[in-house]
């Protein structure tokens, strides 16, 4: 391992670790929260921070380590690749939609029509399947560590927000978390294939 490949993957794996770290702390002691930023000036530095280190690792990852895992089937990976793009068109869609202000965790107004209608969470939806067709794509052992890690943040970013969101929108948000499941339900999937 060049020292470049291990200086990349120390880095992800610190912002990895900062923010599964903020998230659950954001998810059990909400008064500490890292997550969402709201208006303060140092969340927005660490989460924005971290976060910048965590996409940069996926590009700088995959082209340092290349196929340095075990998949062979090249039809595993094209379906990876295309898995990848269908997630990242997904979580783009929903920032989108959602914005960029709201998106980067400061408050707005609650959403649940459009994509927000089928996941109350359709950005960690289409991230970790981005992660994971990418992974296959990729072929990477230290981008699977890296990508590993990388689901777990986005699959603790609801449980971080979703105190803060209770106490911004009240009855209106625990309304929607009755109808809408917190990632994707079969009926959520189902209704999104239909309509």
Sequence with gaps: MS?????????????DATLITGYV????????????????RWRWWVNWSALSVVFAGFPVLAYRDWNSSSVTNTSLRIAGALVSALG?????????ELGWMESSGREGELRTDGIYEYTRNPQSVGFVTFIVGTLL?????????????????YLLFP??????????????????????PRFLSRTSISRLLRE
């Design 25 to 40: 702390i954001s998810a059990l002691v909400p008064d500490r929260r890292l997550w969402p930023i709201g208006d303060s």
């Design 159 to 180: 449980f971080a927000e979703e105190p803060w969101l209770r106490e911004h929108y009240g009855d209106a948000y625990e309304a929607y978390c009755k109808q809408t």
């Design 88 to 96: 990242m068109a997904f979580s783009l869609s929903a920032l989108f």
């Design 137 to 153: 794509a990729v072929n990477s052992r230290k981008l699977a560590l890296h990508g590993l890690l990388t689901i777990v943040i």
């Design 3 to 15: 020292s470049q490949s291990k200086r990349a993957l120390l880095a992800t794996l610190v912002a």
